[in-house]
């Protein structure tokens, strides 16, 4: 087991200079420490305590809860406790791999919480469901027969304003969803086919799918789930909406001057932020709100600011946050002291600061998500006899492709600076003849250089492809380890679902594995295989 450098995992700027304590950045955020005065403030925030009880029972049905949930509902009811907080979009065969670091690291921030200050805290996960964007929704990558990563996309393209929660799983997608988990290897491939496809029905609804699917992995850690399409048809997210009834576009406005601080300070803005931070929902679904003047216009209506006023009190469940007003809704209505987060996610945070002040909503500490890379039995061992380290894999397709190339052509082909010294030697007289007969014909000269170095470089491509078909055995376990380690030069966490690894390691060997990676320092990106788990584990 080994750990990467968080320089190599984490480089979005903003981020980078969060992680790092940059003065240039940290006054971005209201929290960079947790104090206990810090947690009896939030205690007595967020919505009544009744309420989020309902509400997370309400967003767990159809889940058999364990009596770790159980235990966690009672923890919330407490009106002293706090909550740490983390949340992702609907995704397919349970989403990519870090939805169960994002969970799992707020586990742990919970049980570290409530140990080293004796405050009551549960984990609990936001599941985004008002989100449109199906396509992202309904796909993910799986590996073919072939070892090449491909795209799975179940949606059928209708409806493209439609929230997810309100999409039921089709007998189109529900073929295709089958036809996907043929793909799935591993010892417990046969079992998680059974599981996944039991959770895919035909009828049953996006977001009930997802979560069963989850459900093994937050039974067994005591996280409760709070949907947010159950957050909007409560109401709970009015206080914050009633902000663009008594000014419009103010929200917007505040999310403005963040973004403009950041911009000023040589950083570049994660989200944009539109002149509305909700959407309002039509006949056709989802659509943006902008407001000109007095003007209010949802999707083809527009309104007045007073009708629009009107219309948002009568019928607050027509308006969703967008990804800029998601988290301030988020830590209005539960007491969050600590948020677990993506990279991408604490950077577009950094615009927020003003509008969490605007809305009288305290900003939580925000805390990066644990990652992992994950290594089957079969790559461990192409890996052993490969011979390079598993950085030399991480990066892109095109440059592992040049890299193997070189390795392949080492000691074949001449090296590239003795090729252009020789070159320069051949050409000096005949530079030095045309400076002494005819100056005009120096660009000549240089310009059948130029012709000849274009010619070794087509003929050193023509050895290399012919090296790379030698090689092709070390050629094909380079780019096996590559599908998995960095599939399409991008983290496998990002690629691969939840279900991929589960038929290859199991769900007691994956909760495991979680465990082991968030025992590590907030942010430490892991690299674990079956090697590294201890005989009674792979038992």
Not at 464 to 493: C, F, W, Y
Request: a negative charge.
């Amino acid at each position: 087991m080994t750990t990467l450098p968080s320089s190599m995992i984490v480089t979005t700027p903003i981020t980078r200079a969060y992680l790092d304590r940059d003065p240039s950045i940290t006054d971005r955020f209201q929290q960079l420490t947790i104090s206990s005065e810090f947690c009896k403030q939030r205690s007595r925030h967020g919505a009544s305590r009744s309420r989020l009880v309902d509400l997370a029972k309400t967003s767990m049905r159809g889940l058999e809860l364990s009596s770790e949930q159980l235990q966690a509902l009672e923890v919330l009811r407490d009106p002293s406790s706090v909550v740490v907080t983390t949340g992702q979009q609907i995704g397919l065969y349970g989403g990519p791999m870090y939805t169960l670091y994002k969970i799992r690291t707020a586990v742990e921030e919970a049980r570290r919480l409530t140990t080293s200050m004796g405050v009551a805290t549960t984990a609990i996960f936001w599941l985004e469901d008002n989100d449109h964007d199906a396509a992202e929704a309904a796909s993910t990558h799986l590996l073919a027969a072939d070892g090449a990563v491909n795209d799975l996309a179940a949606w059928d393209g209708t409806d493209e304003r439609r929230s997810v929660h309100a999409r039921s799983i089709s007998a189109q997608m529900r073929e295709m969803i089958v036809a996907g988990a043929s793909t799935f290897t591993g010892q417990f491939a046969d079992a998680t086919r059974e599981r996944y496809l039991e959770a895919y029905t035909e009828g049953r609804s996006w977001s009930d799918a997802f979560l069963l699917v989850l459900q093994p992995y937050l039974a067994e850690w005591g996280v409760i789930v709070v949907r947010g399409a159950d957050v909007i048809a409560a109401g709970l997210h009015l206080p914050i909406l009633l902000r663009e009834v008594e000014t419009p576009g103010s929200l917007s406005a505040a999310a403005s001057t963040g973004t403009q601080i950041l911009m000023e300070r040589g950083y570049t803005a994660q989200a944009t932020t539109g002149s509305m931070l909700f959407f309002g929902s039509d006949a056709q679904g989802r659509q943006r709100c902008s407001i000109e003047g007095d003007i209010v216009t949802i999707g083809a209506e527009t309104f007045t600011t007073q009708t629009f006023a009107q219309l948002v009190r009568e019928h607050p469940e027509r308006f969703t946050p967008n990804v800029l007003a998601r988290p301030v809704v988020q830590d209005a209505v539960l007491p969050t002291v600590i948020s677990v987060l993506g990279s991408a996610e604490i950077a577009y945070q950094a615009q927020l600061r003003e509008l969490y002040e605007l809305c009288g909503v305290p900003m939580p500490l925000l805390v990066l998500r644990n990652g992992a890379t994950l290594l089957d039995a079969r790559t461990e061992r192409l890996l052993a006899k490969d011979g390079h380290t598993l950085q030399w894999f991480m990066r892109g397709s095109e440059e592992l492709e040049r890299a193997t190339a070189d390795l392949l052509t080492t000691d074949i082909l001449p090296d590239t600076d003795v090729r252009d010294a020789t070159l320069h030697t051949l050409l000096a007289p005949y530079l030095s003849a045309a400076e002494s007969i005819d100056k005009t014909l120096i660009a000549t000269v240089r310009a059948q250089g130029a012709g000849i170095t274009s010619t070794l470089e087509a003929l050193e491509g023509k050895l290399r492809a012919a090296a790379k078909r030698a090689g092709a055995q070390v050629l094909d376990r380079v780019r096996s380890i590559h599908n998995i380690v960095m599939p399409r030069g991008t983290l496998q966490e990002r690629n691969f679902p939840l279900g991929f690894w589960e038929s290859r390691f199991g769900i007691a060997e994956l909760r495991i594995i979680a465990d082991v990676i968030s025992s590590h320092e907030v942010g430490t990106h892991v690299v674990i295989g079956h090697s590294d788990l201890s005989p009674q584990e792979n038992a």
